[in-house]
């Protein structure tokens, strides 16, 4: 179940000084705890926002490093927006297996993500259509994206406790929220969401509110 994101920075300062030295002179030992701080996350993700642990751009943006000669070019970089789902259904293709829709008389879930073989050929401009979205929730925060367009919900006191919309296009620092000027937009991104959210079978908290 999705709960509101708890404000885990005093809980883990906290168990840092109680079960770890950090003295200088320990360092780098294996009871020590190392870590550069939520500022130098921030900026090690820059231009995106936030860090890791949120669904913004600075959370779940991250390189991939792909070595497979027989299939995908070498020196070949990419921004193709792609997602971890889509290494089960590339990895199924490769190996020419096919993802079963019953096994031992049970309903499979259906498989997310795509396969990234096609793009990779060069038989597909995009791993994903203009019409395909993607959802995604952490924490209790949520997200879907479509094409340039991505909508996210990150509960207080860590965010507004309201939907954004945002441009990645022309706004890749998720820094200015659309959601007021563009309702349509919203509205339909809101909707992706809720199909989401009905195919995945995720189960919000009820502190949280709905978005419509």
Known sequence: MLEALPVIGPAMKKAIEQY???????????????????QWAQAAT????????????????????????????????????????DIYPTVLALAGVTYPVVFEGRQI???????????????????YSEKSFTGWELFGQMAVRQGRWKS?????????GEWELYDLEND????Y?????????????MGLWEQYENEAGVILDADIPRFL
């Open 172 to 175: 890749p620092g998720e820094i």
């Open 46 to 85: 820059a231009p995106s926002r936030m860090n890791k642990g949120y669904i913004t751009q600075g959370g779940i943006r991250c390189p991939c490093i792909i070595r497979y000669p027989r299939h995908f070019p070498k020196n070949h970089i990419s921004d193709e927006f792609t997602t971890v789902m």
């Open 177 to 189: 929220d659309l959601s007021q000027k563009e309702k349509d937009k919203l509205a339909w991104m």
């Open 152 to 160: 996210l919900f990150i509960p207080p006191p860590l965010g507004k």
């Open 20 to 38: 770890y030295d950090n003295s200088y002179a320990n360092l780098g030992n294996a009871n020590s705890w190392i870590w550069y701080g939520p």
């Open 109 to 127: 879930v259906p498989l997310r993500g795509s396969s990234w073989i096609d793009y990779f050929e060069g038989r597909k401009q995009s791993v």
